[in-house]
């Protein structure tokens, strides 16, 4: 099992620019999920997705989109990047344990610059 | 608002020092709770998990977190630090019908 990928690992962006950061889990997990990792602010939710056909804001979704394309795979656009949207991008995965635990698995990351 | 507190920013250890690391969470009800660990380069990886029973949880190479609900507190511990465990250290909570909490993260640099 690959787990959770993510493509790409890196790129630069200039203003204005457009871009879609792709994820894939192959664990049958129901729920995957967007961060933003930035300097002294852990891991900020931009969106998630509980199950496929339904998606949910999180705590920092403006500027971005998202689409759930099936049971696998859930995007993140950047319609029109800003440096303030310079980051580390994360996608994880996850299934309600029995427990009703969440425990969530991550992929190795897009780090993201725009200029 | 909920909110995931982790006391210490940046830690600085001898290797073989102990480690304690705080993490407090807002919530009252039932919670999940979480340690996840970034070593340099890397994507987060599970430490350990609480989801109920022995409030002692025992996590790989050797840390263990001890939940205690009086103090809505879940810190984590290792009685000798390596080297290897520099790394980036998050606690996160879950509570039924809301994302999963991340704290800001504590940064541990161990010297050998």
């Known amino acids: 099992n690959a787990g959770v990928t993510q493509t790409p690992k890196f790129q630069v962006l200039k203003t204005g620019q457009s871009m879609t950061l792709q994820c894939a889990q192959d664990?049958?997990?129901?729920?995957m999920y967007w961060y933003r990792q930035d300097p002294g602010m852990g891991l900020r939710l931009i969106y998630y997705?509980?199950?496929?056909?339904?998606?949910d804001k999180g705590e920092v979704p403006n500027g971005y989109n998202v689409s759930r394309l099936n049971k696998r795979e859930f995007s993140l656009r950047l319609e029109s990047a800003a440096p303030s949207q310079t980051s580390v991008y994360f996608c994880?995965?996850?299934?309600?344990?029995?427990?009703?635990?969440?425990?969530?698995?991550f992929g190795p990351g897009t780090r993201l610059t725009v200029t | 608002a909920q909110s995931v507190s982790q006391h210490n920013h940046h830690v600085i250890l001898s290797e073989a020092a102990s480690l304690e690391l705080g993490c407090n969470y807002s919530y009252g009800g039932t919670v999940n709770l979480f340690w996840y660990v970034q070593y340099p380069g890397q994507h987060l990886q599970l430490l350990l998990k609480y989801f109920s029973g022995d409030p002692l949880v025992k996590g790989i190479k050797g840390f263990e977190a001890e939940f205690i609900k009086s103090k809505f507190s879940f810190n984590l511990r290792k009685p000798s630090v390596q080297w290897s465990d520099t790394a980036e250290y998050f606690c996160a909570v879950h509570q039924a019908g809301t994302a999963l909490i991340f704290g800001k993260g504590t940064t541990l640099s161990v010297s050998s």
């Open positions: 994880a995965s996850s299934e309600l344990s029995a427990r009703g635990g969440n425990e969530q698995y």
């Open positions: 997705s509980a199950s496929e056909g339904t998606t």
């Open positions: 664990m049958n997990h129901n729920s």
